[in-house]
């Protein structure tokens, strides 16, 4: 992925606007919250950070140290947040954790509980943004689809019609 070159310079974390990422999130059934994370660790990593691959092997460990580091660098910036890192955490590990249990004993629509991970990222990714529209332009802050995006959002969009159809049928 190359982003543009005030990304790289300037951006503190992954820019994306939170309609994009809500729209992406639903239409990968919750997917998306892996390389929404992904790639806010990159940008970390970029900036003499973390991994980015080992913050995904730890993944459920390593979205309370991202949560921790943006409302830092939020309350640092001048900022207050209307979330608490601690809050968000658990408003994303419980349904992660639930939903791990459910599949884990059969029941096959339990990982539709993953979807509301995207809720505490949400959150998040509004404070994010706040924090770079001090230091990015507004045209560098990731707010339109990419044709892939548009691909994914077209195939996430059938999936789910499908689903309601299947699901009506039987």
Known sequence: ?????????????????????????LATFGLYNLYWSWCHWHQVQRRGGANPWLMMAIWPLSQWWLYQRVYRQAVDDGDQPRWQPLRAYLLFILPLLLSLWFVATGDRDGWFLALLLTLPNAQVNLTINRLHDSRLHFFVQNTDLTAVEWAILI??????VSLMVFALAY
């Open 155 to 160: 195939a996430g969009m059938i999936a789910w």
């Open 1 to 25: 992925m190359q982003q543009h070159q005030e990304v790289e310079d300037k951006a503190l974390f992954f820019p994306i606007g939170t309609e994009k990422f809500i729209e992406l999130s």
